[in-house]
Structure formats: C-alpha cells, structure tokens
C-alpha cells in the first residue's frame, strides 16, 4: 500500500497506525540506514522456520541479529582476518558472552595479570561466586604460563597492548605454549591498523568498540571477532544475557571505523612526541610509552608494531595523588579528566581511582599501577598545542 494508492475503506485510526512506510528504494543510499526495529516481519512459518534455521538470510528479533549488528560486526571481522563476529552492548559485554560461551563452573582460565581493571574483576566475581578458577601470570615469565597450563585450562586472556602501562604480549610466543587452548586478546589499544593478533596466533579478538573503532567518545559497544563456530556460541549468549548492542550505536560505530586507519596513524605519532617532550619536563618522574627506547618492551614493540604504538600512554608524578589533582585542575578546561579513552580530543584519567580502583594497593603496586600515575590518551590535536598545554599545566604541581 503507497500514499498514491490508499485504501477508501479504512478508518484514519489505522491509516496512521501503519504510518511511516515508504516503498523499497529503486536507488542505493548513500549511507547505510539505521535499522530502528525491534522485531522482523515474517511473511509465513515457513519462512520463521528458513531464517532461525539459516537456511534462508534475514532477521527475526534485534537481540538476536539486526543488519547494522551484522554490519559492523563484518567490518570488524575483516579488518583483523576473521571469519565472523558479533557486537555487544560494552566491551564487558563482549567478554560476558564469552566466557559464557567458553567456560563452565570449576573449569579453568588463565589471565595475563596486568589487565584493564574490569576484566580482573568479572574473573576475580566469576571466581568467587561461580567456582571458576582463575590464574595470573606476568606475560613476560612464560614458565609461569606452562605452569599454569599443566591444570586442563579452557580459554587464557590477555591483552595486545595493556591498560594501562602499555605492556606489549609476545602473541606468537603465548600462542605456542597453550597449543589448542583458545587465545583471547583484548587488542581495543592496538586495533586492527596497528596488529591483527589472529595472524599472530589468537583464537578470538576483543575490543572495546567505544574507543578507537569509533573513536569519537559517543557510543557503548563492543566486538569480539574468530572462527564461525565459536562466533556462532558467544553470539548465543549474547542473545541469551542480553548484552547485545543497539542498531544506532552499531551505526555510529561503523561510521567511526571509517577513519580508523587515518586516526590511528595520526595518534601514534603525537603520542610518540609528547611522550619524548614529557621525559624532558622535571615534574614527571617516568614516561611509558613502547615507542620510547626505555621501555621495557622497545624491541618487541618495533617488531610487532611497525605501524605504530598507538595513542596511549603514561606517566608518573612523584607528588602521588595529590599532584595528580592538582594536574587535572589545571588541565579541567582544556585537556579534561575523562574516565575513558581514545576520543577525537585528548584526555587524561585516573588508573588507580578509574580502571583499576576495584583492585586492592597491593594488586595496583604489583602492576606498577602507583598513586602517581596518569594515563594520557591522545586526540587529534596539534602535537604542539599538547605540549605547551602540559607543560604549563605540570609546571603548576
């Protein structure tokens, strides 16, 4: 039924309650639409029966697929060498469905023990309340990795970049030792544009889709991308725990993964020179970024980044918290204290009160993580604003 052809009969009641609809475009759009729906109009049982089989292509229920899902989730999938993904309402969602999909109660995980704060505490949570047992290791002491393996191990997590000292994992190396047990690498730092950890041995590839994939600080989403049959199980419980994400933030996501590439190259060089300025000005105590020739990760970085090490990095101020206070103050206006990362504008957090705040001092001091420590995400400034800005400001504390 079109607006040229109405029907005499009915009553405006129900013209306006089948409002909205317009014939099937003739010609492509430009963007890719918004699937605004919950559900899917099926035309018989037949046809119910062909979609939720996959005998036939299409959707039935939002929770479980919907075009801009599928969309990005693809998206992602290919930028890092996979075969299928699956979007989620966070990147904790993500990691949820997972280990939904991948492990039961009293099996066994292992788990790279400097990891963004949320993810230690979802395992330390499953640990204690659901039987699931639970082992760190450093991811520089592979011993500690095989020691840990000889209990019959389901799934080992780890992360390409770390959050928030900017760690670098040895993929290949990690991969080896566990053989057929399943790799997860949480790579939101690195991306696909500077490592695809699949090509280096990872099983699945997490991200936390609300930074750089979309890189403007105005979604919640998540991605997990690998094998079609282990996808086809984790998107199951993203169904099931409904953590599955919206279709306009999975539009806005793919819109951000557009430039990607651009922003990426773009970060890891202002952040390389910031990170060279901050070594030079005597408030800060220590700088940690891969691409500096002090970190202990240099060798590996230039091998397995060679595109970069991304926007991220760190740096201590001896003055502890109080500094640290005194540094956002003067930064509020111009480079904000957010408890996020990777936006289009540059900003600084917290890691012991933010990220990691759920982790006792003593688990914080055995990361490295100090009362001192700011972590700085790089936007799309000019370098040279950055550095008059934070000097002026760390001149203050």
């Given at each position: 039924?079109?607006?040229?052809?109405?029907?005499?009969?009915?009553?405006?009641?129900?013209?306006?309650?089948?409002?909205?609809?317009?014939?099937?475009?003739?010609?492509?759009?430009?963007?890719?639409?918004?699937?605004?729906?919950?559900?899917?109009?099926?035309?018989?049982?037949?046809?119910?029966?062909?979609?939720?089989?996959?005998?036939?292509?299409?959707?039935?229920?939002?929770?479980?697929?919907?075009?801009?899902?599928?969309?990005?989730?693809n998206d992602v999938a290919r930028l890092e060498g996979a075969?299928?993904?699956?979007?989620?309402?966070?990147?904790?969602?993500?990691?949820?469905?997972?280990?939904?999909?991948?492990?039961?109660?009293?099996?066994?995980?292992?788990?790279?023990?400097?990891?963004?704060?949320?993810?230690?505490?979802?395992?330390?949570?499953?640990?204690?309340?659901?039987?699931?047992?639970?082992?760190?290791?450093?991811?520089?002491?592979?011993?500690?990795?095989?020691?840990?393996?000889?209990?019959?191990?389901?799934?080992?997590?780890?992360?390409?970049?770390?959050?928030?000292?900017?760690?670098?994992?040895?993929?290949?190396?990690?991969?080896?030792?566990?053989?057929?047990?399943?790799?997860?690498?949480?790579?939101?730092?690195?991306?696909?544009?500077?490592?695809?950890?699949?090509?280096?041995?990872?099983?699945?590839?997490?991200?936390?889709a609300s930074k750089y994939l979309n890189g403007h600080g105005?979604?919640?989403?998540?991605?997990?991308?690998?094998?079609?049959?282990?996808?086809?199980?984790?998107?199951?419980?993203?169904?099931?725990?409904?953590?599955?994400?919206?279709?306009?933030?999975?539009?806005?996501?793919?819109?951000?993964?557009?430039?990607?590439?651009?922003?990426?190259?773009?970060?890891?060089?202002?952040?390389?020179?910031?990170?060279?300025?901050?070594?030079?000005?005597?408030?800060?105590?220590?700088?940690?970024?891969?691409?500096?020739?002090?970190?202990?990760?240099?060798?590996?970085?230039?091998?397995?980044?060679?595109?970069?090490?991304?926007?991220?990095?760190?740096?201590?101020?001896?003055?502890?918290?109080?500094?640290?206070?005194?540094?956002?103050?003067?930064?509020?206006?111009?480079?904000?204290?957010?408890?996020?990362?990777?936006?289009?504008?540059?900003?600084?957090?917290?890691?012991?009160?933010?990220?990691?705040?759920?982790?006792?001092?003593?688990?914080?001091?055995?990361?490295?993580?100090?009362?001192?420590?700011?972590?700085?995400?790089?936007?799309?400034?000019?370098?040279?604003?950055?550095?008059?800005?934070?000097?002026?400001?760390?001149?203050?504390?």
């Amino acid at each position: 039924m079109t607006a040229e052809t109405p029907e005499p009969n009915l009553d405006p009641s129900t013209i306006a309650a089948r409002a909205g609809w317009s014939p099937d475009f003739i010609t492509r759009p430009s963007s890719p639409p918004v699937y605004l729906t919950t559900a899917f109009d099926i035309e018989s049982l037949e046809q119910l029966d062909a979609v939720a089989g996959g005998q036939e292509k299409g959707y039935i229920y939002t929770r479980d697929g919907n075009p801009n899902h599928e969309a990005f989730a693809n998206d992602v999938a290919r930028l890092e060498g996979a075969e299928a993904g699956v979007v989620t309402a966070s990147g904790m969602g993500a990691l949820t469905a997972v280990l939904m999909a991948m492990v039961k109660t009293g099996e066994h995980v292992v788990a790279a023990r400097v990891l963004y704060g949320r993810t230690g505490q979802l395992l330390n949570h499953l640990a204690s309340s659901f039987g699931l047992k639970v082992t760190y290791f450093d991811i520089d002491d592979l011993d500690a990795l095989k020691a840990a393996i000889a209990v019959p191990t389901r799934l080992c997590i780890v992360e390409s970049i770390s959050n928030p000292l900017l760690e670098i994992a040895d993929l290949p190396a990690i991969a080896q030792i566990l053989g057929e047990i399943p790799l997860l690498v949480d790579s939101t730092f690195a991306t696909p544009c500077l490592l695809k950890p699949i090509s280096q041995g990872a099983t699945l590839v997490w991200h936390s889709a609300s930074k750089y994939l979309n890189g403007h600080g105005d979604l919640m989403a998540g991605v997990v991308v690998g094998p079609k049959n282990l996808i086809r199980r984790i998107r199951a419980m993203s169904s099931l725990y409904g953590v599955n994400s919206n279709p306009f933030e999975s539009w806005l996501a793919a819109r951000g993964l557009r430039s990607l590439p651009l922003r990426m190259n773009r970060v890891s060089q202002t952040a390389l020179q910031v990170a060279t300025f901050l070594q030079s000005v005597p408030q800060v105590s220590r700088v940690v970024y891969p691409g500096l020739k002090d970190h202990p990760h240099f060798e590996r970085a230039k091998q397995c980044l060679p595109h970069g090490c991304g926007g991220m990095l760190a740096f201590e101020l001896p003055g502890g918290r109080a500094a640290v206070d005194t540094l956002f103050r003067h930064l509020a206006h111009i480079i904000p204290f957010s408890p996020t990362l990777a936006d289009s504008r540059t900003t600084v957090s917290y890691p012991a009160g933010t990220s990691h705040k759920f982790m006792t001092a003593a688990e914080r001091a055995a990361c490295g993580i100090s009362d001192g420590l700011v972590r700085l995400s790089i936007g799309l400034e000019d370098p040279a604003d950055l550095q008059r800005e934070l000097g002026a400001a760390l001149a203050k504390t």
